[in-house]
């Protein structure tokens, strides 16, 4: 489990990776902010004002994204099928619905699809904004998609028909 002095030396892209990244291994995502309190760790927060330090809203705007798309999932019904997708983090009910992240912007990764129609859409979690949109008709078996952006990505597929 990485700390939260590490999340810190490593930047705030970790910190959103992080998050993204757990979520799709279907772990749950817990941060205690920095105490306000600067006797606790000097240098670590800023307790001016009393306001949470925002070094770490990247973190905090990952885990209201994650959120949201936990809200439009039939979460009870996804598990982590990380072999599902190239990129090794994906939650899914294989066949109905897939959250594909792919940590590494520009790469291209493959997803492990039934046959069927899926709505697809991006999101771009370096800016926080929706992307693309659409559907694909598909056969069963892998499934090559890359994102239009060249940031890390999230992808999310559900079905909406059966093959004919």
Not at 5 to 11: E, H, N, T
Not at 39 to 62: K, M
Not at 77 to 96: K, M, R, Y
Request: overall charge negative; hydrophobic content about 35%; aromatic content about 12%.
């Amino acid at each position: 489990m990485k700390r939260i002095s590490g999340l810190k030396a490593d930047g705030l892209a970790a910190q959103r990776v992080w998050v993204w990244e757990n979520f799709t291994r279907g772990n749950q995502c817990l941060f205690m902010d920095p105490y306000l309190d600067p006797s606790h760790d000097a240098g670590r927060n800023n307790p001016a004002g009393g306001r949470p330090d925002p070094y770490w809203d990247a973190l905090r705007d990952a885990m209201g994204w994650t959120r949201a798309y936990a809200e439009r999932m039939n979460l009870p019904a996804a598990v982590p099928h990380n072999e599902l997708a190239s990129t090794g983090f994906c939650i899914a009910d294989p066949g109905t619905e897939y959250l594909i992240y792919q940590p590494k912007g520009g790469e291209d990764f493959s997803v492990e699809l039934r046959a069927g129609t899926y709505r697809y859409e991006w999101f771009n979690p370096a800016k926080g904004e929706s992307g693309e949109t659409g559907s694909v008709k598909t056969s069963a078996g892998l499934r090559q998609f890359k994102a239009q952006f060249q940031s890390d990505a999230v992808l999310w597929l559900e079905r909406t028909s059966s093959p004919d």
